[in-house]
């Protein structure tokens, strides 16, 4: 069974820089696209980045992140990343890790990112 798993979130400052991760198991060599969301409190869950198997780093970016965010993936190690810069207040959120296999849609518990003014 495919597993997400985040880590890598907390509270800091803004103007601060944080990394997330997320590591796939229970599948071999994951060639799926992968990518981030987040949810802020009574608001929907939005895309934030987006990396294909082939991309090593770089990718399809919200484009209210301005920038600030840089996703990055290391295939052999089932592994994903999210290197957020210049964190604001507003950056605020639930950060989930997402996949798509086969017909599954697969999703992390989440990593609880808070940044305050």
């Known amino acids: 069974q495919v597993q997400l798993v985040e880590s890598g979130g907390g509270s800091v400052q803004a103007g601060d820089s944080l990394r997330l991760s997320c590591v796939a198991s229970?599948?071999?060599?994951?060639?799926?696209?992968m990518g981030w969301y987040r949810q802020a409190p009574g608001k929907e869950r939005l895309l934030i980045a987006t990396i294909t198997p082939e991309t090593r780093s770089g990718g399809h970016y919200a484009e209210f992140l301005e920038g600030r965010f840089t996703i990055s993936r290391d295939n052999a190690n089932n592994m994903v990343y999210l290197q957020m810069n210049s964190l604001k207040p507003e950056d605020t959120a639930v950060y989930y890790c997402?996949?798509?296999?086969?017909?599954?849609?697969?999703w992390g518990q989440g990593t609880q990112v808070t940044v305050s003014s």
């Open positions: 997402n996949t798509l296999i086969g017909l599954t849609n697969y």
């Open positions: 229970g599948v071999a060599n994951c060639r799926s696209k």
